[in-house]
């Protein structure tokens, strides 16, 4: 297998990892639109493996109408009218119990004080009549001091950088299970991340941000200089992915550079970029605003029938299983080179 058809199926790989094998079809014409601008980082970006997040947490101070809900850590004092030798001050223990005269170990975290003074009351009512009790807190939100403690641990202050790892999952500080954040857009990690923290820290909000983007590539091949990905950190055109990779001008048919999208549906969509018009002419209505996980290829003699091409080219260099049944239309030109 020669190297330029190695870089041609190494780039379609990429795409075929988002598409079902069966009944593609690709359409390649010559007025073939591509309205979908890049995707805006932080709203319309899909978040991928290798990107960094960057989470910033902001501690509340305002009072809240919220019943407090007690945590490991936390401190109170127990105290019962008319019995006072069964008083004592309590810490809740890692496993949520606390111990109490002569009932041990009961179950207080996730409780408020209502709800725990209640509890109490019912528990001792085979020991006193009617009990009366009422629950101090002396040293509360113990969870979220050390929370505090262990996100301010370096330099950076309340700001974490995270790293989507090739699993597509992150890990927090504070949440027990981590969180898939790969194939879903910021706002919706946002508020998932959000609802996650909400559940153990009323006063605790957060915010989330792109830190770098290197999932978000496209791949170009062919004659060029450099054939690799690039990261799209900006609105690029087919041009200007060109001139980074490299285009070897003396050996490029300018006027059939193959560009290979995904629709809005997921499936694979191409055309054929005339750069003849764009570079030569200076008629820059004909570059293409490319989009993540594009592929662009840049082919040594003018293609005019790309049927013929990725079957020959590409199809006949798959197995059997996995070949594509991939239409083209070229405005009725049937020659295969120039």
């Known amino acids: 297998m020669s190297k330029e058809i190695f870089k041609i199926l190494s780039m379609l790989a990429v795409l075929l990892l988002f598409v079902s094998c069966s009944d593609v079809k690709v359409s390649i014409t010559e007025d073939t639109l591509h309205e979908e601008p890049v995707a805006a980082i932080g709203s319309d970006y899909v978040i991928g493996p290798g990107d960094t997040l960057q989470i910033t947490y902001f501690f509340g101070t305002q009072p809240t109408e919220k019943e407090y809900v007690l945590g490991v850590g936390d401190i109170i004092e127990v105290q019962f009218y008319y019995h006072a030798e069964v008083n004592r001050t309590a810490t809740i223990h890692p496993d949520g119990n ?3 005269a002569r009932k041990g170990e009961i179950r207080a975290a996730g409780l408020t004080t209502r709800e725990l003074q ?3 009351s019912n528990l001792y009512s085979d020991v006193f009549k009617d009990p009366l009790v009422s629950i101090t807190l002396i040293e509360f939100n113990q969870a979220l001091k ?3 403690e262990a996100i301010t641990s370096d330099r950076a202050g309340h700001t974490k950088l995270v790293l989507v790892r090739p699993d597509g999952y992150i890990s927090l500080f504070h949440i027990e299970q981590d969180i898939r954040a790969a194939g879903r ?3 919706q990690l946002r508020t998932i991340v959000a609802q996650n923290y909400q559940k153990r820290f009323d006063s605790l909000t957060i915010s989330l941000a792109m830190q770098t983007t290197e999932s978000n590539l496209v791949y170009v091949s062919g004659e060029v200089r450099s054939p690799a990905s690039y990261q799209l950190i900006q609105p690029t055109t087919v041009s200007q992915i060109l001139s980074q990779a490299g285009i070897i001008w003396e050996n490029a048919a300018l006027s059939s550079i193959i560009l290979i999208s995904r629709s809005p549906a997921g499936k694979p969509i191409g055309r054929l970029v005339d ?4 570079i030569g002419e200076g008629n820059i209505g004909n570059d293409v605003l490319l989009k ?10 003018k293609i005019t ?3 013929v091409f990725v079957d020959q080219y590409i199809n006949n260099m798959l197995p059997d299983a996995t070949r594509l049944n991939w239409g083209y239309s070229l405005g009725g030109k049937n020659d295969v080179f120039d």
Do not use: H, Q, W
């Open 98 to 100: 606390i111990s109490l």
């Open 118 to 120: 209640e509890k109490i």
């Open 146 to 148: 050390g929370f505090k």
């Open 185 to 187: 857009t910021l706002p």
């Open 275 to 278: 750069m003849n018009k764009v």
């Open 292 to 301: 993540r996980f594009d592929i662009v290829y840049v082919p040594k003699n």
């Open 305 to 307: 029938n790309a049927n």
